[in-house]
């Protein structure tokens, strides 16, 4: 159980253009969704929560513009990185949890290589 | 400001050898400290979780850990270490970042290689 899938697992675009990432929670109702960004080499970085039904909280530094977040169902959250640049290439990865997050586990989607051309 | 630290960032054992990865955090209050181990086009997997009680804690694959309020630390360790382990592990913080909103915060990794 707790299985959370993201589609493309690869995508490779032009500059200018826009990619929409899916995340699903298969098997379980995901009140929250998070959304992270992971460097060669450099840890998760959290770009933004979201629960569903209101707007995604974004961290500081992260353009809300650029990265958007909607979280329309309890299974499914979607990332849209708007006019894509080279610097956005990087590796997505999202997770989900049924309830609280203070006290349930986040489980993790196997990310999305994102390369801008 | 709170951190987490993994010193390590790339360990080579042998397979069957024992293992402990090493994981510092910087938080003022008892923190919730987890273990995730990431393979190559998977997903990040929870080994274990610390919350509060014992402070060795039990979790899947084999792994424990032992939170040390006084070390500031949670390490990982595995008595016998088997070829699939080789993948990056991360340490993570529960953080309460305010407003009823927490975030995990994740040390840099440590990538785990087995010689066989």
């Known amino acids: 159980g707790a299985v959370v899938s993201q589609h493309p697992s690869r995508v490779i675009c032009k500059s200018g253009t826009s990619v929409k990432i899916e995340c699903r929670s298969l098997?379980?109702?995901?009140?929250?969704m998070f959304w992270y960004r992971q460097f060669p080499k450099k840890s998760l970085m959290l770009m933004a929560t979201?629960?569903?039904?209101?707007?995604?909280?974004?961290e500081q530094g992260v353009e809300k513009d650029k990265f958007l977040i909607n979280h329309a169902s309890l299974t499914l959250s979607t990332l849209t990185v708007t006019s894509a640049h080279p610097e956005d290439s990087s590796f997505y990865i999202c997770s989900a949890s049924q309830a609280d997050p203070a006290t349930d586990t986040q489980y993790f989607g196997p990310g999305t290589r994102l390369t801008v051309l | 400001a709170q951190s987490v630290t993994q010193p390590d960032i790339h360990i080579t054992v042998s397979e069957g050898a024992s293992l402990e990865l090493r994981c510092n955090y910087s938080y003022g209050a008892t923190p919730y400290l987890f273990w995730y181990v990431q393979s190559p086009g998977q997903g990040l997997q929870l080994l274990l979780k610390y919350f509060s009680g014992d402070t060795l804690v039990q979790g899947i694959k084999g792994f424990e850990a032992e939170f040390k309020r006084s070390q500031s630390s949670f390490n990982l360790r595995k008595p016998s270490v088997h070829w699939s382990d080789a993948a990056e592990y991360f340490c993570?913080?529960?953080?309460?970042?305010?407003?009823?909103?927490?975030?995990?915060?994740f040390g840099k990794g440590t990538k785990l290689s087995v010689i066989p």
């Open positions: 979201s629960n569903e039904g209101s707007k995604a909280t974004y």
């Open positions: 993570a913080v529960l953080l309460y970042s305010g407003a009823g909103s927490y975030q995990l915060t």
């Open positions: 098997d379980f109702q995901a009140t929250t």
